[in-house]
């Protein structure tokens, strides 16, 4: 381990409260991406031996990812400097003998991987979240944790999401609220607004003095409060922090906050302004749901495996709903760009063969394999439970709203289901059974809805918001720009170049052995830009055959396509001759009045 700071022996024990597990994290390796971790274990918490684990994922996020991949070395001693034995008991686990004295771990972490699920050190700032960083002994999760921090660089400060400051102790309430949480270190840039008596703050710690972190802290205060009225008018939490970090994009919920990545100029980008807007709504939204409102199967959850479940549809989907909701409410999107982010979600979910082929019961069981291993053929294989979940949202929300015309929808069934399933009085979760869930939708809007909600998650298929649109004044219509005939694959650029991301199933590129990952280089012998696509694609004309040149590896490569019909897009719309109380209806469900 780097440095020489001496360990923190932590509180006495008392009567009452045992003796906290504690931590030093020494951050001198800094420039070689090293971090060290000195774990301190009372001699009453290692009398009879014990088993040390590090976790295999991080709450939040589905995935097997390993962390123990990144450890460069553990050892452990006795009070006495004494070498004790670490027996391996699986890949990411140790079995400690029985010792009648204090017992210290020592690990050391390679920290270079930039996300906001694993650790990144150098010498210009340190993200370290807990499931990648602390081991926990198991027999003594229900303990306290504490964590110091040494080798913090003169001018770094620390902003974490635990309570403390300057170098600790930073205090859990017990090693699941420890991973839970996540720390910064660096030049910081912070701001930070009052909701009902709860502090809001936006630490950024990237690079750029020209992000807007008063702007976004603003947001973040509008937000939250369109979120507090949804939920009765009370926050859960002391307090919320958001460690921003540079990135292309993404984020993690935690208890008492979220890190999110972004890059500098997405803060002064109207558009991705606006997709910042909406991840600050996801991850704050989660504070209610999953983070206090959650599936039982997620209840305390075991890290060094993974906990299958079928309720991400709802842990995600509804939150990715609300994601687009919660910033009309606010204020910060116009109702055009609301309709939008809808009718792009909708586009996420039509046309992809594996809504067709997936339920979204399945799509939740598999995160674990499918959603965050994606490939070319992902779309192909799979639905997405966040943007198809929210569509489930939608048209459910819909559906209660036509049900129940005076109630408020989904909004009604999250207050119910918070009332009945949140925190009990000493504020421990106690969550929720997906047949709560269909109890909650029928006493909002009868048994029908709740049999909706079992036929659009057990039964692959793509929902259809459309016949109840005019519950909220809304209409359907189709862009007629697009009227380019299609060779059914999901394009994207790099370096000017046509990278065809995926080859649709079924459709005609797929039929003529065309493959996700080729390269489109010309039609016809003509090469042309990504640009140019769709104008060539008008002047061939729908069901007329086409020669594509393609590169697939070191190869050049020819296909006979024929070109299939266009498919335009369905866009929602303000219906002008919708009725005053229809009209009501949107106001009260898009926070604003219904305008063009």
């Not at 452990?76 to 010792?99: I, K, N, Q, Y």
């Not at 839970?180 to 690079?207: K, N, P, T, Y």
Request: include cysteine.
């Amino acid at each position: 381990m780097n440095g020489t700071g001496a360990l923190p022996t932590g509180a006495l024990p008392s009567a009452v409260e045992p003796e906290p597990i504690t931590y030093l994290v020494d951050l001198s390796g800094r420039d070689q991406h090293l971090v060290g971790v000195r774990m301190r274990i009372p001699a009453d918490a290692i009398a009879d031996g014990g088993r040390l684990t590090i976790a295999t994922w991080t709450p939040g996020s589905y995935v097997v990812r390993d962390y123990v991949h990144h450890l460069q070395r553990i050892s452990a001693s006795d009070a006495m400097g004494a070498a004790l034995t670490l027996t391996p008991d699986g890949l990411s686990a140790w079995l400690l003998p029985a010792v009648d004295n204090d017992v210290t771990v020592e690990l050391e972490w390679y920290a270079y991987e930039a996300s906001v699920r694993t650790n990144h050190v150098d010498d210009r700032h340190a993200l370290l979240v807990g499931a990648a960083t602390f081991p926990c002994l198991e027999g003594a999760r229900s303990r306290a944790h504490h964590v110091h921090l040494t080798g913090v660089a003169h001018d770094h400060e620390v902003a974490s999401l635990l309570p403390g400051e300057g170098p600790g102790p930073y205090v859990a309430d017990d090693h699941e609220h420890l991973v839970d949480a996540a720390f910064e270190v660096g030049v910081l840039r912070s701001s930070s607004v009052d909701v009902h008596g709860v502090e809001h703050r936006i630490v950024w710690s990237g690079h750029g003095d020209g992000v807007d972190v008063r702007g976004l802290t603003d947001d973040l205060g509008r937000i939250a409060h369109a979120a507090t009225a949804l939920f009765g008018g009370e926050l859960p939490a002391t307090r919320f922090t958001v460690l921003a970090v540079d990135g292309e994009g993404g984020g993690l919920e935690h208890r008492d906050g979220c890190v999110v990545a972004f890059p500098p100029h997405a803060s002064t980008d109207p558009e991705r302004r606006r997709r910042l807007q909406g991840l600050l709504a996801h991850e704050h939204f989660h504070l209610w749901n999953v983070r206090r409102l959650v599936p039982v199967d997620l209840l305390a959850p075991p890290l060094d495996r993974p906990v299958l479940t079928t309720s991400l549809w709802i842990a995600e989907g509804w939150t990715s709903y609300y994601d687009r909701l919660l910033p009309a409410r606010a204020g910060l999107w116009r109702v055009s760009e609301l309709l939008a982010a809808l009718d792009r979600l909708r586009e996420a979910v039509d046309g992809m063969p594996g809504a067709l082929l997936q339920s979204l019961h399945d799509a939740s069981r598999t995160a674990w394999t499918k959603h965050y291993r994606r490939d070319e053929n992902s779309p192909n294989a799979g639905t997405d439970y966040y943007a198809h979940g929210a569509l489930v949202a939608f048209t459910l929300d819909l559906r209660l709203r036509t049900l129940a015309p005076h109630g408020d929808g989904l909004d009604d069934v999250l207050r119910d289901l918070w009332r009945r399933h949140g925190p009990d009085a000493s504020g421990q979760p106690r969550g929720y059974t997906e047949q709560d869930v269909l109890d909650a939708l029928e006493r909002a809007g009868g048994a029908d809805v709740a049999q909706l909600a079992v036929m659009l998650t057990t039964v692959p298929g793509v929902p259809d918001p459309t016949p109840d649109l005019s519950v909220l004044g809304l209409r359907e219509v189709v862009d007629p720009s697009d009227d380019a005939p299609r060779l059914g694959v999901l394009a994207g650029t790099d370096g000017g170049r046509i990278v065809l991301r995926t080859v649709l199933r079924g459709g005609s590129a797929w039929d003529a052995g065309v493959s996700g990952g080729d390269v489109l280089l010309a039609i016809d012998g003509e090469t042309l830009t990504p640009d140019e696509l769709p104008t060539v694609l008008r002047r061939h004309g729908a069901e007329s055959t086409v020669t594509v040149t393609l590169q697939r590896g070191p190869r050049l490569i020819e296909r006979a396509v024929r070109l299939m019909p266009a498919q335009p897009r369905r866009r929602l719309r303000i219906d002008a001759d919708a009725d005053v109380t229809a009209r009501a209806r949107f106001s009260r469900w898009a926070g604003q009045a219904a305008a063009d």
